[in-house]
Protein backbone atom coordinates (compact mmCIF):
# COMPACT_ATOMS: atom_id res chain seq x y z
CA UNK A 1 0.00 0.00 0.00
CA UNK A 2 2.87 2.39 0.34
CA UNK A 3 4.56 1.66 -2.08
CA UNK A 4 1.64 1.84 -4.61
CA UNK A 5 0.79 5.51 -2.59
CA UNK A 6 4.48 6.76 -3.05
CA UNK A 7 4.65 5.45 -6.40
CA UNK A 8 1.48 7.46 -7.16
CA UNK A 9 2.53 11.05 -5.68
CA UNK A 10 5.88 10.03 -7.85
CA UNK A 11 4.43 9.50 -11.28
CA UNK A 12 1.81 12.92 -10.10
CA UNK A 13 5.15 15.14 -9.43
CA UNK A 14 6.23 14.07 -12.77
CA UNK A 15 2.90 14.71 -14.52
CA UNK A 16 2.49 17.92 -13.13
CA UNK A 17 6.10 19.41 -13.29
CA UNK A 18 5.30 19.16 -16.90
CA UNK A 19 2.10 20.66 -16.39
CA UNK A 20 2.27 24.36 -17.73
CA UNK A 21 2.55 27.36 -14.95
CA UNK A 22 3.74 24.44 -12.51
CA UNK A 23 6.05 26.33 -9.96
CA UNK A 24 8.72 23.43 -8.63
CA UNK A 25 10.27 24.90 -4.88
CA UNK A 26 13.64 23.65 -2.55
CA UNK A 27 11.10 21.26 -0.65
CA UNK A 28 9.30 19.93 -3.78
CA UNK A 29 6.05 20.59 -6.46
CA UNK A 30 3.69 22.92 -6.03
CA UNK A 31 0.58 22.24 -8.01
CA UNK A 32 -2.32 24.34 -9.53
CA UNK A 33 -4.94 25.02 -8.08
CA UNK A 34 -7.13 23.09 -10.38
CA UNK A 35 -5.00 20.06 -10.60
CA UNK A 36 -5.87 16.90 -9.51
CA UNK A 37 -4.30 15.19 -6.37
CA UNK A 38 -2.58 12.59 -5.67
CA UNK A 39 -5.16 10.10 -4.87
CA UNK A 40 -7.17 11.14 -7.73
CA UNK A 41 -4.91 9.08 -10.50
CA UNK A 42 -6.16 5.82 -11.33
CA UNK A 43 -5.68 3.25 -9.18
CA UNK A 44 -3.02 0.63 -9.65
CA UNK A 45 -5.22 -2.25 -8.14
CA UNK A 46 -8.40 -1.98 -10.60
CA UNK A 47 -10.40 -0.10 -9.17
CA UNK A 48 -11.48 1.85 -6.23
CA UNK A 49 -11.95 1.47 -2.26
CA UNK A 50 -15.15 1.13 -1.55
CA UNK A 51 -17.25 0.37 1.61
CA UNK A 52 -19.12 -2.34 2.54
CA UNK A 53 -22.13 -2.60 4.15
CA UNK A 54 -22.03 -3.57 7.52
CA UNK A 55 -23.24 -7.18 8.04
CA UNK A 56 -25.38 -8.39 10.57
CA UNK A 57 -23.55 -10.99 13.96
CA UNK A 58 -23.75 -14.32 12.26
CA UNK A 59 -23.35 -17.81 13.99
CA UNK A 60 -22.95 -21.17 11.96
CA UNK A 61 -25.27 -20.23 9.15
CA UNK A 62 -26.99 -23.58 7.58
CA UNK A 63 -28.91 -23.98 4.27
CA UNK A 64 -30.50 -26.51 2.44
CA UNK A 65 -27.29 -27.11 0.17
CA UNK A 66 -25.27 -27.10 3.22
CA UNK A 67 -23.10 -24.48 2.01
CA UNK A 68 -24.17 -21.31 3.18
CA UNK A 69 -21.52 -19.71 5.12
CA UNK A 70 -21.51 -16.62 7.18
CA UNK A 71 -20.14 -14.73 4.13
CA UNK A 72 -23.45 -15.83 2.14
CA UNK A 73 -25.70 -15.06 5.17
CA UNK A 74 -24.87 -11.60 4.84
CA UNK A 75 -23.02 -8.78 3.89
CA UNK A 76 -19.42 -7.92 4.82
CA UNK A 77 -18.98 -5.84 7.60
CA UNK A 78 -15.20 -5.20 6.41
CA UNK A 79 -14.31 -2.26 4.84
CA UNK A 80 -14.03 1.50 5.50
CA UNK A 81 -10.46 1.31 3.54
CA UNK A 82 -8.71 -0.50 1.10
CA UNK A 83 -5.09 -2.11 1.63
CA UNK A 84 -3.30 -5.25 0.91
CA UNK A 85 -1.46 -7.67 3.57
CA UNK A 86 2.11 -8.33 1.35
CA UNK A 87 3.96 -11.64 2.78
CA UNK A 88 6.79 -10.17 2.15
CA UNK A 89 5.78 -6.87 3.86
CA UNK A 90 8.39 -5.67 6.36
CA UNK A 91 5.42 -3.93 8.59
CA UNK A 92 2.45 -2.97 9.33
CA UNK A 93 1.54 0.75 8.19
CA UNK A 94 0.70 3.10 11.00
CA UNK A 95 -1.97 6.09 10.41
CA UNK A 96 -2.53 8.76 13.07
CA UNK A 97 -4.51 11.48 12.65
CA UNK A 98 -4.81 14.94 14.57
CA UNK A 99 -7.96 17.21 14.20
CA UNK A 100 -8.49 20.57 14.86
CA UNK A 101 -12.24 22.39 14.90
CA UNK A 102 -12.32 26.46 14.98
CA UNK A 103 -14.89 28.26 16.35
CA UNK A 104 -14.82 30.37 13.40
CA UNK A 105 -14.05 30.05 9.30
CA UNK A 106 -10.53 29.72 9.21
CA UNK A 107 -8.12 31.89 7.30
CA UNK A 108 -6.21 29.00 5.14
CA UNK A 109 -3.13 30.66 4.01
CA UNK A 110 -2.23 31.80 7.66
CA UNK A 111 -3.08 28.26 8.70
CA UNK A 112 -0.66 27.14 6.04
CA UNK A 113 2.29 29.47 6.58
CA UNK A 114 2.45 28.84 10.65
CA UNK A 115 2.60 25.45 10.03
CA UNK A 116 4.71 24.88 6.97
CA UNK A 117 8.18 25.32 8.23
CA UNK A 118 7.33 22.43 10.72
CA UNK A 119 7.24 19.61 7.72
CA UNK A 120 10.09 21.96 6.32
CA UNK A 121 12.26 21.00 8.97
CA UNK A 122 11.47 17.09 8.26
CA UNK A 123 13.12 17.63 5.17
CA UNK A 124 9.75 15.86 3.28
CA UNK A 125 8.83 16.71 0.00
CA UNK A 126 6.29 19.00 -0.31
CA UNK A 127 3.02 19.34 -2.74
CA UNK A 128 0.26 21.78 -2.77
CA UNK A 129 -2.92 22.17 -3.47
CA UNK A 130 -4.82 25.56 -3.42
CA UNK A 131 -8.61 25.74 -3.93
CA UNK A 132 -10.19 29.08 -3.90
CA UNK A 133 -13.68 27.74 -2.45
CA UNK A 134 -12.02 24.23 -0.43
CA UNK A 135 -9.07 25.19 1.16
CA UNK A 136 -5.35 23.72 1.18
CA UNK A 137 -4.22 20.11 0.59
CA UNK A 138 -0.28 19.98 1.64
CA UNK A 139 1.34 16.15 0.99
CA UNK A 140 4.10 15.72 2.41
CA UNK A 141 7.20 12.38 1.99
CA UNK A 142 9.83 11.86 3.70
CA UNK A 143 12.86 9.68 2.72
CA UNK A 144 11.83 7.18 5.31
CA UNK A 145 8.65 5.92 3.33
CA UNK A 146 6.33 7.91 5.87
CA UNK A 147 4.04 10.48 4.60
CA UNK A 148 1.84 13.58 5.98
CA UNK A 149 -0.96 15.58 4.68
CA UNK A 150 -2.52 18.61 6.48
CA UNK A 151 -5.62 19.68 5.03
CA UNK A 152 -7.27 22.86 6.01
CA UNK A 153 -10.91 23.20 4.80
CA UNK A 154 -12.32 27.27 4.37
CA UNK A 155 -15.24 26.52 7.63
CA UNK A 156 -12.85 25.79 10.39
CA UNK A 157 -11.90 22.01 9.64
CA UNK A 158 -7.84 21.43 10.30
CA UNK A 159 -6.71 17.81 9.80
CA UNK A 160 -3.30 16.25 10.07
CA UNK A 161 -2.98 12.57 8.93
CA UNK A 162 0.44 11.20 9.07
CA UNK A 163 1.02 6.96 7.66
CA UNK A 164 4.29 4.86 8.38
CA UNK A 165 5.51 1.76 9.48
CA UNK A 166 4.56 0.04 12.41
CA UNK A 167 7.70 0.11 14.29
CA UNK A 168 8.62 2.00 17.51
CA UNK A 169 11.31 4.97 15.95
CA UNK A 170 8.78 6.06 13.59
CA UNK A 171 5.68 6.00 15.74
CA UNK A 172 7.95 8.46 18.36
CA UNK A 173 8.73 10.40 15.14
CA UNK A 174 4.97 11.02 14.47
CA UNK A 175 4.11 11.66 17.88
CA UNK A 176 6.46 14.48 17.97
CA UNK A 177 5.38 16.15 14.52
CA UNK A 178 2.32 15.72 16.02
CA UNK A 179 3.15 17.67 19.25
CA UNK A 180 4.32 20.16 17.42
CA UNK A 181 1.56 21.06 14.65
CA UNK A 182 -0.50 20.74 18.13
CA UNK A 183 1.84 23.44 20.08
CA UNK A 184 2.05 25.81 16.90
CA UNK A 185 -1.74 25.57 16.90
CA UNK A 186 -2.29 26.43 20.13
CA UNK A 187 0.62 29.20 20.13
CA UNK A 188 -0.91 31.06 17.18
CA UNK A 189 -4.69 30.67 17.08
CA UNK A 190 -5.44 29.16 20.66
CA UNK A 191 -8.62 31.74 20.85
CA UNK A 192 -10.16 30.10 17.99
CA UNK A 193 -9.86 26.66 18.44
CA UNK A 194 -13.27 24.96 19.66
CA UNK A 195 -11.85 21.34 19.67
CA UNK A 196 -8.64 19.29 19.54
CA UNK A 197 -9.01 15.32 18.95
CA UNK A 198 -5.85 13.38 18.56
CA UNK A 199 -7.35 9.55 17.92
CA UNK A 200 -5.52 6.36 18.82
CA UNK A 201 -3.36 5.59 15.62
CA UNK A 202 -5.24 2.83 13.55
CA UNK A 203 -2.42 -0.31 12.43
CA UNK A 204 -3.23 -1.46 9.68
CA UNK A 205 -2.07 -4.56 7.69
CA UNK A 206 -1.29 -6.34 11.33
CA UNK A 207 -0.79 -9.95 11.38
CA UNK A 208 -2.89 -9.72 14.29
CA UNK A 209 -6.74 -7.99 13.18
CA UNK A 210 -7.51 -5.77 15.89
CA UNK A 211 -10.41 -4.39 14.43
CA UNK A 212 -13.68 -5.36 13.80
CA UNK A 213 -17.40 -3.50 12.94
CA UNK A 214 -20.21 -3.72 15.05
CA UNK A 215 -23.51 -5.14 13.43
CA UNK A 216 -24.53 -1.00 12.87
CA UNK A 217 -21.20 -0.27 10.93
CA UNK A 218 -19.05 1.65 13.92
CA UNK A 219 -15.40 0.36 13.76
CA UNK A 220 -14.40 -1.15 17.29
CA UNK A 221 -10.38 -1.72 18.30
CA UNK A 222 -10.47 -4.98 20.27
CA UNK A 223 -7.49 -5.48 22.46
CA UNK A 224 -6.60 -8.88 21.07
CA UNK A 225 -2.94 -9.81 21.32
CA UNK A 226 -3.34 -13.64 19.80
CA UNK A 227 -4.33 -15.63 16.76
CA UNK A 228 -5.27 -18.83 18.25
CA UNK A 229 -7.09 -20.32 15.76
CA UNK A 230 -7.37 -19.92 12.30
CA UNK A 231 -8.79 -22.71 9.49
CA UNK A 232 -10.84 -22.49 6.40
CA UNK A 233 -13.33 -25.00 6.29
CA UNK A 234 -15.45 -25.41 3.34
CA UNK A 235 -18.08 -23.07 4.35
CA UNK A 236 -16.24 -20.48 6.32
CA UNK A 237 -13.04 -19.04 7.30
CA UNK A 238 -12.63 -19.73 11.40
CA UNK A 239 -10.78 -17.48 13.65
CA UNK A 240 -10.37 -17.67 17.78
CA UNK A 241 -8.52 -14.57 18.89
CA UNK A 242 -7.49 -13.78 22.01
CA UNK A 243 -8.30 -10.37 23.95
CA UNK A 244 -7.57 -9.62 26.90
CA UNK A 245 -10.67 -8.40 27.81
CA UNK A 246 -13.00 -11.00 26.80
CA UNK A 247 -10.57 -14.09 26.18
CA UNK A 248 -10.44 -16.19 23.62
CA UNK A 249 -13.46 -14.86 21.21
CA UNK A 250 -14.76 -16.75 18.34
CA UNK A 251 -15.09 -15.09 14.59
CA UNK A 252 -16.72 -16.51 11.89
CA UNK A 253 -15.87 -15.41 8.55
CA UNK A 254 -15.31 -11.76 9.77
CA UNK A 255 -18.30 -12.05 12.20
CA UNK A 256 -18.10 -11.86 16.36
CA UNK A 257 -19.71 -14.50 17.38
CA UNK A 258 -18.63 -15.39 20.61
CA UNK A 259 -16.31 -15.14 23.47
CA UNK A 260 -16.04 -16.50 26.69
CA UNK A 261 -16.76 -13.33 28.90
CA UNK A 262 -20.05 -13.71 26.27
CA UNK A 263 -21.85 -16.22 29.17
CA UNK A 264 -25.03 -13.30 28.88
CA UNK A 265 -25.37 -14.39 25.03
CA UNK A 266 -25.92 -17.68 25.83
CA UNK A 267 -28.64 -16.91 28.91
CA UNK A 268 -30.44 -14.40 26.79
CA UNK A 269 -31.12 -17.32 23.75
CA UNK A 270 -32.37 -19.47 26.63
CA UNK A 271 -34.73 -17.71 28.11
CA UNK A 272 -32.55 -15.70 30.85
CA UNK A 273 -33.01 -18.23 33.25
CA UNK A 274 -37.08 -18.35 33.40
CA UNK A 275 -37.38 -21.55 31.28
CA UNK A 276 -37.02 -25.07 33.35
CA UNK A 277 -35.56 -27.58 31.25
CA UNK A 278 -35.46 -30.35 33.73
CA UNK A 279 -36.67 -33.43 31.69
CA UNK A 280 -37.25 -31.45 28.47
CA UNK A 281 -36.25 -32.43 24.91
CA UNK A 282 -34.63 -29.25 23.40
CA UNK A 283 -33.29 -28.66 19.52
CA UNK A 284 -30.32 -26.46 18.95
CA UNK A 285 -29.92 -25.67 15.78
CA UNK A 286 -26.30 -24.56 15.20
CA UNK A 287 -24.49 -23.49 18.53
CA UNK A 288 -20.83 -24.83 17.29
CA UNK A 289 -19.03 -23.31 20.23
CA UNK A 290 -21.10 -25.54 22.44
CA UNK A 291 -22.28 -22.78 25.01
CA UNK A 292 -25.58 -23.31 24.31
CA UNK A 293 -25.22 -27.43 24.99
CA UNK A 294 -22.98 -26.87 28.08
CA UNK A 295 -25.17 -24.49 29.92
CA UNK A 296 -28.38 -26.92 28.74
CA UNK A 297 -27.03 -30.10 30.06
CA UNK A 298 -26.16 -28.50 33.48
CA UNK A 299 -29.90 -27.99 33.91
CA UNK A 300 -30.71 -32.19 33.57
CA UNK A 301 -32.75 -32.26 30.37
CA UNK A 302 -34.09 -35.94 28.79
CA UNK A 303 -32.73 -34.80 25.88
CA UNK A 304 -30.72 -32.29 23.90
CA UNK A 305 -30.13 -32.72 20.31
CA UNK A 306 -27.69 -29.90 18.30
CA UNK A 307 -27.24 -29.66 14.90
CA UNK A 308 -24.11 -28.00 13.40
CA UNK A 309 -22.96 -28.45 10.10
CA UNK A 310 -19.52 -27.73 10.77
CA UNK A 311 -17.00 -29.92 12.43
CA UNK A 312 -13.92 -27.90 12.44
CA UNK A 313 -16.15 -25.14 14.38
CA UNK A 314 -16.12 -27.26 17.12
CA UNK A 315 -13.01 -28.68 16.51
CA UNK A 316 -11.81 -25.16 17.07
CA UNK A 317 -13.77 -24.59 20.35
CA UNK A 318 -13.16 -28.06 21.65
CA UNK A 319 -9.68 -26.91 21.90
CA UNK A 320 -9.82 -23.39 22.72
CA UNK A 321 -12.99 -22.29 23.92
CA UNK A 322 -13.28 -24.73 27.23
CA UNK A 323 -14.27 -21.65 29.31
CA UNK A 324 -17.26 -21.90 27.00
CA UNK A 325 -18.36 -25.26 26.17
CA UNK A 326 -16.40 -27.37 29.04
CA UNK A 327 -16.15 -30.61 28.40
CA UNK A 328 -19.41 -31.62 26.11
CA UNK A 329 -18.00 -31.43 23.05
CA UNK A 330 -15.45 -33.57 23.65
CA UNK A 331 -17.91 -36.57 22.24
CA UNK A 332 -20.81 -36.42 20.04
CA UNK A 333 -22.95 -37.99 22.18
CA UNK A 334 -23.53 -37.60 25.88
CA UNK A 335 -25.89 -39.50 28.81
CA UNK A 336 -28.55 -36.26 27.74
CA UNK A 337 -27.34 -35.21 24.54
CA UNK A 338 -26.17 -35.53 20.92
CA UNK A 339 -24.43 -33.60 18.33
CA UNK A 340 -25.35 -34.38 14.70
CA UNK A 341 -22.62 -32.88 12.05
CA UNK A 342 -25.36 -32.54 9.41
CA UNK A 343 -27.34 -29.32 7.77
CA UNK A 344 -30.14 -28.19 9.64
CA UNK A 345 -32.81 -28.51 7.24
CA UNK A 346 -32.78 -31.74 5.90
CA UNK A 347 -32.91 -32.68 9.31
CA UNK A 348 -35.64 -30.52 10.53
CA UNK A 349 -37.88 -31.96 7.48
CA UNK A 350 -37.14 -35.55 8.75
CA UNK A 351 -38.20 -34.62 12.52
CA UNK A 352 -41.24 -33.00 10.73
CA UNK A 353 -42.10 -35.67 8.95
CA UNK A 354 -41.29 -38.31 11.78
CA UNK A 355 -43.81 -35.88 13.84
CA UNK A 356 -41.21 -35.45 16.39
CA UNK A 357 -41.54 -32.85 18.95
CA UNK A 358 -39.55 -30.16 21.24
CA UNK A 359 -40.00 -28.42 24.12
CA UNK A 360 -37.60 -25.89 22.94
CA UNK A 361 -36.16 -25.21 19.95
CA UNK A 362 -32.68 -22.78 19.98
CA UNK A 363 -32.16 -21.07 16.64
CA UNK A 364 -28.63 -20.11 17.00
CA UNK A 365 -27.82 -19.99 13.32
CA UNK A 366 -27.93 -16.12 12.32
CA UNK A 367 -28.66 -12.96 13.09
CA UNK A 368 -31.46 -11.24 11.77
CA UNK A 369 -30.00 -9.37 8.28
CA UNK A 370 -29.46 -6.32 7.88
CA UNK A 371 -30.82 -6.28 4.43
CA UNK A 372 -34.03 -4.40 4.14
CA UNK A 373 -35.36 -6.33 1.43
CA UNK A 374 -36.67 -9.89 1.59
CA UNK A 375 -37.44 -10.34 -1.69
CA UNK A 376 -33.53 -9.97 -2.94
CA UNK A 377 -31.58 -11.83 0.04
CA UNK A 378 -31.66 -15.12 0.18
CA UNK A 379 -31.21 -15.25 4.32
CA UNK A 380 -34.48 -13.77 4.83
CA UNK A 381 -36.03 -16.87 2.90
CA UNK A 382 -33.53 -19.23 4.84
CA UNK A 383 -34.63 -17.52 8.04
CA UNK A 384 -38.24 -18.00 6.93
CA UNK A 385 -37.78 -21.54 6.26
CA UNK A 386 -35.86 -22.31 9.96
CA UNK A 387 -39.28 -20.71 11.99
CA UNK A 388 -41.76 -22.43 9.81
CA UNK A 389 -39.69 -25.76 9.84
CA UNK A 390 -39.39 -25.23 13.84
CA UNK A 391 -42.85 -24.62 14.61
CA UNK A 392 -43.59 -27.88 12.97
CA UNK A 393 -41.47 -29.69 15.29
CA UNK A 394 -42.17 -27.43 18.20
CA UNK A 395 -44.95 -28.61 20.74
CA UNK A 396 -47.76 -26.58 20.93
CA UNK A 397 -46.77 -24.88 24.61
CA UNK A 398 -43.04 -25.18 23.28
CA UNK A 399 -40.72 -22.12 23.18
CA UNK A 400 -38.52 -21.07 20.16
CA UNK A 401 -35.49 -18.89 21.00
CA UNK A 402 -33.79 -16.79 18.87
CA UNK A 403 -31.21 -13.72 18.46
CA UNK A 404 -32.06 -10.57 16.80
CA UNK A 405 -29.25 -8.02 16.09
CA UNK A 406 -27.95 -5.06 17.29
CA UNK A 407 -30.87 -2.48 18.83
CA UNK A 408 -30.01 0.10 16.54
CA UNK A 409 -30.74 -1.62 13.50
CA UNK A 410 -34.84 -0.96 14.10
CA UNK A 411 -35.79 -1.33 10.67
CA UNK A 412 -34.35 -4.89 9.91
CA UNK A 413 -35.73 -6.31 13.11
CA UNK A 414 -39.24 -4.38 12.33
CA UNK A 415 -39.02 -6.42 9.37
CA UNK A 416 -38.10 -9.88 11.38
CA UNK A 417 -41.22 -9.35 13.13
CA UNK A 418 -43.70 -8.85 10.10
CA UNK A 419 -42.43 -12.47 8.91
CA UNK A 420 -43.48 -13.07 12.41
CA UNK A 421 -46.68 -13.07 11.32
CA UNK A 422 -46.42 -14.06 8.14
CA UNK A 423 -46.11 -18.32 9.28
CA UNK A 424 -47.71 -20.87 8.51
CA UNK A 425 -49.51 -21.09 12.14
CA UNK A 426 -50.07 -17.70 14.05
CA UNK A 427 -47.97 -16.92 16.90
CA UNK A 428 -46.73 -14.33 19.54
CA UNK A 429 -43.18 -13.46 20.25
CA UNK A 430 -41.27 -11.28 23.26
CA UNK A 431 -37.89 -9.96 23.06
CA UNK A 432 -35.48 -8.54 25.21
CA UNK A 433 -32.18 -6.21 24.74
CA UNK A 434 -29.10 -7.54 26.46
CA UNK A 435 -25.58 -6.50 26.61
CA UNK A 436 -23.09 -8.88 25.42
CA UNK A 437 -19.47 -8.23 26.52
CA UNK A 438 -17.24 -8.56 23.17
CA UNK A 439 -20.19 -7.25 21.02
CA UNK A 440 -19.85 -4.17 22.39
CA UNK A 441 -23.70 -2.80 21.69
CA UNK A 442 -26.90 -3.89 22.82
CA UNK A 443 -28.34 -7.07 21.14
CA UNK A 444 -31.80 -7.86 20.47
CA UNK A 445 -33.22 -11.70 21.36
CA UNK A 446 -36.60 -13.25 20.60
CA UNK A 447 -38.93 -15.58 22.15
CA UNK A 448 -41.39 -17.25 19.66
CA UNK A 449 -44.34 -19.37 20.70
CA UNK A 450 -47.42 -21.03 18.99
CA UNK A 451 -50.95 -18.53 19.99
CA UNK A 452 -53.30 -20.44 21.05
CA UNK A 453 -56.56 -20.43 19.22
CA UNK A 454 -58.65 -22.54 21.42
CA UNK A 455 -61.52 -21.02 23.37
Known amino acids: FLNSVLISLFLYSILSSQHSGSVTSLHGLHCLPDSPPPWAL ?46 AAAAAARHSTLDFMLSATADCNAIFKGLQSIFQEQ ?20 KNGSFASLRIYPHGLVLVDVQSYNDMERGE ?3 ELLNKVEERMKELFNEDIKRVKRLPAVVRGDAIDRYW ?109 RKTCGDVLDNLNGDCYQILIEDCIPVLKRYAKEERMFDYVINDLTAVPISTSPEEDSTWEFLRMILDLSM ?35 VEFSKEVVCVPSYMELWVFYTVWKKRTDV
Open 392 to 426: KVLKPDGKYFTQGNCVNLTEALNLYEEQLGRLYCP
Open 213 to 321: PTADGRLVEYDIDKVVYDKDSVYQNIKILHSKQFGNILILSGDVNLAESDLAYTQAIMGSGKEDYADKEVLILGGGDGGILYEIVKLKPKMVTMVEIDQMVIDGCRKYM
Open 173 to 175: ETE
Open 123 to 142: EMTETIHNWEDLGYLATYVN
Open 42 to 87: PSQHGGSATRATPASRAHTAQSVSGTRSTAAAASSRHGTGLYLTMA
